[in-house]
């Protein structure tokens, strides 16, 4: 499966603000992704950044005027608008809504923004007074209305010297603004619920038992599933990773508050993902005060803890749920006994004794296996490859034109079902 920008043409707008720096950084970022950027700038955006920069970055010739007659025939406004798979103005400055909100169209940014019928993003940028005007939201919010993606800046000290909103949002967000944009969302109107992450049990105060894994599989299956169009919670034990954006996020430790978070959202979730490493087992009790040591050897007591996946797929209904076996041998016949005690629709089998296949690295090869005994091997790739090669099943499933349960879920939130233990 390719990356989510290869083989996409992104037109990236830019207007005059002092964030057309950051804008070098967005057409590098999109580049990398895989994608062809053709840059367009307006006089303003001029002052700020050379078109050379972008002409450079991007590898293409950066149009800057409607009426300049060898640009016109090089790289056509209206050929720009019919190229664009999505079109994103990063920074979009308070005159560039106005216009574009107007329908007005007097410099190269604005005409190709109104020839076009790409998905088209925005992504203001200015002053926090000037963002908070009454006439920049009031322009921002026709925008919306008409299915333009606002991209909400972010809150920080700003280059006026003010602080508050009006900070161009992070390169990240966009390329991930971007990605989702150009991609067929096959989850939308699904309700994706993710666990990842190892879990931590307390012995004392001070020390735990974890186990190795770091939730990157769960992270990159959340970003694709929320990229293909779905409405994404991610329940995460202790991890260094950064929350994949669009996604919300809900932190926990043991293996008992990952059980109360599934069972609180689990209520509209039409898919699960239990990608987490469940602690099998915690100490029967916790010290309420550091444990010293003696001068013999120590026992810990250990109880079982919930399973939360057969738990929940006791009473799945219509929803599809995935779990994750993690093998160092027998992986296969692990993988399917799991899937039938457990009583799930898919379950991903990975060995997680390979250098390149197990915790802690962003590379994965996995077996899906089915309910009906259909097996498919996922070669070594990334581990968001990966997570889009899950999602196609996941999506196949919802799909399949035989299936009773509903391409859609009902409009509901995500809401507290039932409160466990
Ligand atoms: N799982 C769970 N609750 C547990 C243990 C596991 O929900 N207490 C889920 C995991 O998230 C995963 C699947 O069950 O999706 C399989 O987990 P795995 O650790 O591979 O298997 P276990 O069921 O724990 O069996 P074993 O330890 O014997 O391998």
Redesign the pocket.
């Given at each position: 499966m390719p990356k989510p920008l290869e083989g996409k043409t992104v037109v990236v707008g830019l207007t005059g603000g002092i964030a057309c720096y950051k804008a070098a950084e967005l057409v590098r970022a999109l580049v990398r992704g895989g994608a062809s950027v053709r840059v367009m700038m307006t006089a303003a955006a001029r002052e700020f950044i050379t078109p050379l920069t972008l002409q450079t970055l991007s590898g293409h010739p950066v149009a800057t005027e409607i009426f300049n007659l060898t640009q016109e025939s090089q790289i056509g406004h209206i050929h720009l608008a019919d190229r664009a798979d999505a079109l994103i103005v990063a920074p979009a400055t308070a005159n560039c809504i106005g216009k574009i909100a107007g329908g007005l169209a007097d410099d190269i940014v604005t005409t190709v923004i109104l020839a076009t019928k790409a998905p088209l993003l925005m992504a203001p940028s200015m002053n926090v007074n000037m963002y908070e005007n009454v006439v920049v939201q009031e322009n921002l919010e026709r925008l919306r209305s008409r299915g333009v993606r606002i991209i909400e800046p972010g809150e920080g000290f700003l280059a006026c010297g003010w602080e508050g909103k009006g900070r161009l949002a992070d390169t990240e967000v966009l390329v991930a603004e971007v990605e989702r944009a150009v991609t067929r969302r096959d989850l939308a109107g699904q309700r994706v619920l993710v666990?990842a992450g190892p879990n931590r049990e307390a012995i004392d105060p001070v020390r735990f038992i974890s186990n190795r894994s770091t939730g990157k599989m769960g992270f990159a299956l959340a970003a694709a599933a929320w990229r293909r169009g779905a409405e994404v919670v991610l329940i995460a034990g202790p991890t260094s990773l950064a929350t994949p954006h669009g996604v919300q996020r809900i932190d926990v430790a043991s293996?008992a508050d990952?059980?109360h978070a599934?069972r609180k959202n689990i209520g509209t979730a039409t898919v699960l993902l239990?990608?987490?490493?469940?602690?099998?087992y915690r100490p029967a009790h916790v010290a309420a005060q550091k444990l010293k040591k003696g001068s013999g050897d120590m026992q810990l007591d250990l109880v079982?803890?919930?399973?939360?996946?057969?738990?929940?797929a006791a009473h799945k209904g219509e929803r599809i749920v995935?779990?994750?076996?993690?093998?160092t041998e027998a992986v296969l016949e692990?993988?399917q006994r799991?899937l039938e005690?457990?009583k799930?629709d898919l379950?991903?089998a990975?060995d997680v004794a390979g250098s390149d296949t197990g915790f802690a690295v962003d590379t994965n090869a996995v077996t899906i296996i089915d309910r009906s005994g259909g097996r498919e091997d996922v070669p070594l790739m990334t581990k968001g490859e990966v997570a889009d090669r899950i999602l196609d099943r996941v999506a196949a499933s919802i799909h399949k034109p035989t299936a009773k349960r509903p391409a859609r879920a009902p409009r509901a939130k995500f809401r507290t079902q039932r409160r466990s233990n």
């Open positions: 666990t293996a990952m059980h599934v239990m990608t987490a490493a469940v602690a099998d079982r803890t919930v399973d939360i996946l057969a738990d929940v995935v779990g994750f076996a993690a093998e692990n993988a799991k005690a457990k799930l379950i991903v990975n």
